[in-house]
């Protein structure tokens, strides 16, 4: 009689570390990219499948905090900084990108850019002086940060006061529109998954790990934590700057705190430290809380519940749960 | 030009708060020599290596490299200069595997000036590298244990991969806090004729440690500290003899004799 035992599919492939070898067979070669197809393809067509106006413009809004969500992930697991500086990127990245457009003439696609970078750099400038510091400094100061610029925008009535700043360009088309933020979000998500494997990201993780041990290796860890900063606060930037192209509108609604908050409960329920997880929380979390959008404010509430209810129940985030799943799949082999 | 001592220490003072850690200490180290410091426990030998390498700040005193005063430069540009120094409670990238561990000192500024190992180049990327400089410290090449997680690494090789981290850099000199301590005798034994390979590379060694014996195989100049202040500095018998010492440090004549035995 045939004799049959079960066997894991990544077991052949674990072995065989370290990237070239892992492609022994089309099969273990499927089974590797399978995942990450699914999420490509998945994104590349959801326009189509929700066609509505209205859903797509929750796409829009999905792959903005998916943005803010990646950003935070970076940096609070691969540098050690936690950052409650969503809305402040989006609000640096949004105004910039609002003045390029109205004032300057710029189109969005010339002036997203220079929204990314400029405000990048910006937000790195202003969360310089507390990168020296360890703690609980950087999470105040980049949480502060935000509401300051509100309350100064409205004194002052710079950037168009309260009303904010109107009749800004919108994106060629909503498909152009679409697909611009889907697309920017995988370069960024596989760019980051890239980066953090990277001699450069290791010493990234090194600074979390044990900073003193890389200032006894001669290197500058403000100098490594402040371009940590730069490359997420890019990301944050340019979310803010695709935002003010999406509304046409820019005002100090920008720098609210849900911009804060939901990367941060997406990155727990997605899976903190696996980058794709926080992805996958905004995809889960952006649309429910649009179906809640009549209680308003009362919204917070409901992130919190499920935070908390995370937290209790599944701290390791639905990411790190299917990677354990996937790993344990088996197959039936002959003996 | 060659009897300036690679790094001269003066006056170096650090208070803690009411507590005098180091009282005016002066030494000096020559080129290529290795120097032992000893002193009971809280004689303030730590807080010594933190202020050289600007760790913490000094309360008064100058540091001087090759000449150069230093007192006054952050930790990292001091590590830069190829003053690098070992942590007693060791520091390694829990998260990272050992050879991994290498990458981020292979990453520096100085490692690049002087190692000419960019990713690619003729020695190879810097886990090729990383792993030559863990063989070279006693790290079988063929086992699995250069591959394992830092954090699951027994006490004998994270000792070796504090000073890994060190020779990552080319350092020109290395101050070592207690590298000796918790390892067996037998580890100890294979460490020794490292410390005595890195000092036919030609690169200076401070060696901070409670294992007098095996300290006094290598270093031929031992200075000795208590409660913050120098006591007396010498060969290892001058130092043995010294009465200050004997009372200071071991309490009673006996232990003194048993040490010198074996020196
Ligand atoms: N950060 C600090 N704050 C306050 N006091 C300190 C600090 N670091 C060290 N000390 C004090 O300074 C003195 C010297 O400590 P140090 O760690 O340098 O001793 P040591 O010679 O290295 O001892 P050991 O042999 O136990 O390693 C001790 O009295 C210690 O309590
Ligand atoms: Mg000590």
Same mark, same amino acid.
């Given at each position: ?11 052949? +492939?674990?072995?065989? &570390? @370290? ?5 022994? *067979? ?34 829009s809004i999905v792959c903005i905090y998916a943005l803010l969500a990646v950003s935070f992930d970076l940096l609070a697991?691969?540098v050690?900084l936690?950052s409650l500086g969503g809305a402040l990127f989006i609000g640096v990245g949004g105004y910039i990108s609002a003045i390029m457009n109205t004032s300057f003439?710029f189109p969005p696609l010339l002036a997203i850019p220079i929204a990314t970078i400029a405000g990048a750099g910006i937000c790195t400038l202003l969360l310089f002086?507390?990168l ?6 950087f999470?105040?100061v980049s949480l502060?940060y935000p509401l300051a610029m509100a309350?100064?925008i409205?004194?002052?009535? +710079?950037l168009?006061? &309260? @009303?904010g700043i109107?009749?800004i360009d *919108?994106f ?5 529109e679409?697909?611009f933020v889907i697309l920017m979000v995988?370069l960024f998500l596989?760019g980051v998954?890239?980066l ?29 934590k402040a371009v940590a900063v730069f490359f997420s606060s890019a990301m944050g930037c340019l979310g803010g700057a695709c935002l003010v192209h999406i509304y046409?509108w820019s005002g100090i609604s920008l720098f609210a705190l849900d911009f804060s908050?939901l990367p ?14 926080p992805?996958?929380?905004c ?31 599944? *701290? ?20 | ?263």
């Amino acid at each position: 009689m045939e004799q049959r035992r079960k066997e894991r599919i990544d077991r052949g +492939i674990k072995v065989r &570390t @370290d990237g070239l070898y892992a492609l022994m *067979s089309w099969r273990e070669l499927g089974y590797l990219t399978l995942p990450r197809l699914v999420l490509i393809v998945g994104m590349l067509i959801l326009p189509f499948v929700m066609p509505s106006m209205y859903w797509q413009r929750v796409i829009s809004i999905v792959c903005i905090y998916a943005l803010l969500a990646v950003s935070f992930d970076l940096l609070a697991h691969f540098v050690g900084l936690v950052s409650l500086g969503g809305a402040l990127f989006i609000g640096v990245g949004g105004y910039i990108s609002a003045i390029m457009n109205t004032s300057f003439g710029f189109p969005p696609l010339l002036a997203i850019p220079i929204a990314t970078i400029a405000g990048a750099g910006i937000c790195t400038l202003l969360l310089f002086p507390c990168l020296p510091l360890r703690g609980v400094y950087f999470a105040i100061v980049s949480l502060m940060y935000p509401l300051a610029m509100a309350r100064v925008i409205e004194a002052l009535d +710079i950037l168009g006061g &309260t @009303d904010g700043i109107m009749g800004i360009d *919108s994106f060629p088309n909503r498909w152009i529109e679409q697909y611009f933020v889907i697309l920017m979000v995988l370069l960024f998500l596989f760019g980051v998954r890239r980066l953090v494997n990277l001699d450069l990201g290791l010493v990234l993780r090194a600074v979390k790990d044990n900073d003193q041990a890389v200032r006894a290796s001669g290197m500058n860890i403000t100098f490594y934590k402040a371009v940590a900063v730069f490359f997420s606060s890019a990301m944050g930037c340019l979310g803010g700057a695709c935002l003010v192209h999406i509304y046409m509108w820019s005002g100090i609604s920008l720098f609210a705190l849900d911009f804060s908050i939901l990367p941060i409960a997406a990155t727990v329920i997605g899976g903190a430290g696996t980058i794709v997880g926080p992805v996958l929380g905004c995809l889960i979390l952006v649309p429910v809380s649009e179906l809640l959008r009549d209680f308003g404010t009362l919204r917070i509430v409901f992130y919190s519940l499920i935070l908390v209810a995370f937290i209790v129940f599944r *701290s390791e985030g639905i990411m790190v749960y299917g990677q354990r799943k996937y790993h344990q799949i088996e197959r039936w082999v002959k003996v | 030009m060659s009897d300036q001592p690679i790094l001269e220490v003066k006056e170096a003072t650090k208070t803690f708060g009411g507590i005098l850690a180091l009282n005016r200490v002066s030494f000096h180290v020559n080129e290529g020599e290795i120097l032992g410091i000893i002193g009971p426990n809280g004689s303030g030998k730590t807080t010594l290596i933190n202020c050289i390498t600007a760790f913490i700040k000094m309360t008064s005193g100058k540091i001087f490299f090759r000449g150069k005063d230093i007192s006054r430069k952050p930790a990292h540009k001091i590590a830069d200069m190829g003053l690098t120094r070992t942590f007693q409670i060791m520091r390694p990238y829990y998260s990272l595997p050992a050879y991994k561990n290498l990458v981020i000192p292979l990453f520096s500024p100085r490692a690049k000036r002087t190692g000419g190992w960019r990713g690619g180049g003729k020695l190879g990327d810097r886990n090729t590298v990383g792993i030559d400089i863990l063989e070279e410290i006693g790290f079988e090449r063929d086992s699995f244990v250069p591959y394992k997680m830092a954090s699951t690494l027994p006490t004998g090789y994270l000792k070796r991969l504090e000073l890994a981290r060190c020779l990552a850099l080319k350092p020109e000199i290395i101050l070592c806090d207690e590298v000796f301590s918790g390892l067996s005798m037998s580890e100890i034994a294979s460490m020794v004729p490292l410390i005595e390979r890195l000092q036919m590379d030609g690169i200076a060694l401070v060696m901070i440690e409670h294992r007098l014996r095996e300290l006094f195989r290598v270093a031929r100049r031992i200075m000795v500290l208590n409660f913050g202040e120098k006591l007396i500095e010498g060969t290892p018998e001058e130092v043995m003899a010294d009465e200050k010492v004997k009372e200071a440090y071991f309490g009673s004549a006996e232990e003194v004799e048993e040490v010198m035995t074996y020196a």
